[in-house]
T-cell receptor
Framework: KQEVTQIPAALSVPEGENLVLNCSFT??????LQWFRQDPGKGLTSLLL?????REQTSGRLNASLDKSSGRSTLYIAASQPGDSATYLC???????????FGTGTRLTIIP | ETGVTQSPTHLIKTRGQQVTLRCSSQ?????VSWYQQALGQGPQFIFQ???????GRGNFPPRFSGLQFPNYSSELNVNALELDDSALYLC?????????????FGPGTRLTVL
């Protein structure tokens, strides 16, 4: 059974700093991995999707990496801004399985 | 291009009642998935519909049921509501076979069961 873990549960950093969010998963036979952003009480916004054959994806100040062999992904946020404050969730899709398995998220606060 | 929409935004029901939540998929998408997100937790997969057929189900009891219509919109029905059903219900749409079936989520419906 796939399990996804995100540590830490919460993180506060000063504005302008670069930061890394971590995601680990127990079964390396994944089809892809998605990173999402969720603002309080709102839906999920897809940030990046990494296919199992890829090592990383970039979008603006965001860079996500994937290491299937170790069961890890990281989301790198460059030059953080107060608007980046939100909960960040990672989710994996396994081969032959239609569902996304989510972690519990990291609540990020950027301090002005 | 219209994104995923859900209705209603908020809903309050009492224990034992039935509820129907609605979702309109993103234009061009043919697959809809439903998730339940309890406070402080990650979303949990309820089920998925593809071409009007259930295409995968999570660990939820039969009182959670769904439909997908020819226009790919979808409904989630929950019978005999329990207090633990209070959660944010999220709908996600995707296009089967495109970009790894990347899922795009709606804003959710907040259900409170009293």
């Amino acid at each position: 059974k796939q399990e996804v873990t995100q540590i830490p549960a919460a993180l506060s950093v000063p504005e302008g700093e670069n930061l890394v969010l971590n995601c680990s998963f127990t079964d390396s036979a994944i089809y892809n991995l998605q990173w999402f952003r969720q603002d309080p009480g709102k839906g999920l916004t897809s940030l990046l999707l990494i296919q199992s054959s890829q090592r990383e994806q970039t979008s603006g100040r965001l860079n996500a990496s994937l290491d299937k062999s170790s069961g890890r992904s990281t989301l790198y946020i460059a030059a953080s801004q107060p608007g980046d404050s939100a909960t960040y969730l990672c989710a994996v899709k396994d081969f032959g399985n239609e569902k996304l398995t989510f972690g519990t998220g990291t609540r990020l606060t950027i301090i002005p | 291009e219209t994104g995923v929409t859900q209705s209603p935004t908020h809903l309050i029901k009492t224990r034992g009642q039935q509820v129907t939540l609605r979702c309109s998929s993103q234009s061009g998408h043919n697959t809809v998935s439903w998730y339940q997100q309890a406070l402080g937790q990650g979303p949990q997969f309820i089920f998925q519909y593809y071409r009007e057929e259930e295409n995968g189900r999570g660990n939820f009891p039969p009182r959670f049921s769904g439909l997908q219509f020819p226009n790919y919109s979808s409904e989630l029905n929950v019978n005999a509501l329990e207090l633990d059903d209070s959660a944010l219900y999220l709908c996600a749409s995707s296009l089967s076979g495109y970009r790894g079936n990347e899922q795009f989520f709606g804003p959710g419906t907040r259900l409170t069961v009293l």
